[in-house]
């Protein structure tokens, strides 16, 4: 049999925003060949899942629940339009399995099957992180600065994709003082 190359690809637009627990998320795809043309009329199949992530603050306390599970949410059919794009839409709602103040992250995988009007089929995923908080802070400092030779810092609000965010905040930096009777 003959060495078949693929002729089109599929590929998930980033993100944007920030999506809430309980509400319609949505993901968009594009299938288009590798000569640029998209594919109008492929058919999509898609699946939803959702896994929670503990955060990195959360340690043996919340050692009991089921972490690493994945549960599938949503599944379907969709058509790529004359842009070759598809559009995937599900509630992202919370896992209750997973109490609130263990301020879990839940993990949505969107896997995506393309098949063209030859058969020829292609799969995609990308994933869509959703928690009770919509903002992250990402600092880029060590634990420690040493004034001498740092004099700024960067500081960056996301939201749990990863993707910047517009947010005001004020920072106050102070200097630590050692406790009366000094460290034991």
């Not at 968009?28 to 699946?47: E, F, I, N, Q």
């Not at 919509?134 to 060590?142: A, F, H, K, P, Q």
């Not at 810092?153 to 996301?158: G, K």
Request: charged share 20%.
């Amino acid at each position: 049999e003959e060495y078949k190359r693929p002729t089109f690809e599929v590929v998930f637009v980033p993100v944007s925003g920030t999506p809430k627990l309980g509400e319609e998320a949505m993901v968009t795809g594009v299938a288009k060949g590798y000569a640029g043309a998209p594919l109008d009329g492929a058919k999509v199949k898609y699946t939803v899942s959702r896994n929670a992530m503990m955060p990195w603050w959360c340690g043996w306390r919340w050692g009991g629940l089921p972490w690493g599970r994945s549960t599938e949410v949503a599944s379907g059919e969709a058509t790529c339009d004359a842009q070759g794009k598809f559009t995937v839409k599900f509630t992202a709602e919370a896992d209750r399995v997973f109490p609130r103040p263990s301020d879990p992250s839940l993990n949505y995988v969107v896997s995506a099957s393309v098949t063209d009007i030859t058969g020829e089929t292609h799969d995609a995923s990308t994933s869509l992180v959703v928690g009770y908080r919509s903002i992250d802070l990402e600092l880029g400092i060590n634990s420690a600065i040493d004034r001498s030779t740092a004099d700024s810092a960067l500081i960056r609000v996301v939201n749990l994709n990863g993707q910047e965010q517009p947010a005001p905040f004020n920072i106050r930096i102070t200097r630590l003082m050692m406790p009366v009777g000094g460290a034991k």
